[in-house]
């Protein structure tokens, strides 16, 4: 038991407790409205990161997780946050299901939108623009290594690359429209890209719509 309190404390924001999500997605970040089917996730540009393969691959999945929260899919979101070992780990530890960790994910996408709809009103849509990053350092690499050795078993899950970035987020809806300047950081494990961390950020400008 003492081990486990630990390695928890240990653990890199962004996948340590399912309550996280809840409160980064549901705080008025990654907040989107849908509506009348509208495509509302577009692809800003991309500023080189090292090799061209990880780049496309960090792009791909901040339009991943943009699309799963548009499209309401908690199981997606869910799928993107962390390996299957850690949520095994997760679930057996907490005396969770997995259908109840979804569920968690599907109550922080329906209040985003219901915070969205306040702020920007209906119709909102978001746009997205990676404008800088940087790698994190070997360090950085260990550390996660070695805590998730202590909870999932050594050499199950293998950090490879994370980088953070710097991401411009604009919502416009009906009553206005809300920037934002986030700072997700993106790892790479067992060839697979996750969101470590969300990297909520503060709101950059905001303008009223028309009445």
């Not at 691959?57 to 991943?64: D, G, I, K």
């Not at 499209?71 to 979101?77: A, I, P, Q, V």
């Not at 899950?157 to 300047?181: C, F, K, R």
Request: hydrophobic fraction near 35%; charged fraction near 20%.
């Amino acid at each position: 038991m003492g081990k486990s309190k630990k390695t928890n404390k240990l653990l890199v924001a962004g996948i340590s407790m399912t309550a996280a999500a809840v409160l980064l997605i549901g705080g008025g970040i990654f907040m989107l409205i849908k509506g009348n089917n509208e495509e509302v996730v577009t692809p800003g540009g991309f500023a080189a990161i090292g090799e061209e393969d990880s780049a496309t691959a960090c792009q791909n999945l901040m339009s991943e997780y943009y699309s799963a929260i548009m499209g309401e899919n908690g199981e997606s979101l869910y799928k993107l946050m962390a390996p299957p070992e850690y949520w095994t780990y997760y679930m057996e530890t907490y005396g969770k299901t997995e259908e109840e960790v979804i569920a968690t994910y599907s109550d922080a996408i329906n209040n985003t939108k219901a915070n969205w709809k306040a702020q920007c009103g209906d119709n909102a849509k978001v746009s997205f623009k990676i404008v800088s990053s940087g790698d994190q350092t070997e360090e950085f690499l260990q550390k996660w290594n070695d805590n998730m050795g202590s909870i999932v078993g050594s050499g199950e899950l293998n950090a490879e690359e994370a980088v953070t970035l710097n991401v411009e987020q604009t919502v416009t809806g009906s009553g206005g429209s809300i920037e934002t300047n986030n700072t997700p950081t993106l790892i790479k494990v067992n060839s697979k890209w996750y969101i470590l961390d969300e990297g909520t950020g503060t709101n950059a400008n905001s303008e009223k719509g028309a009445e």
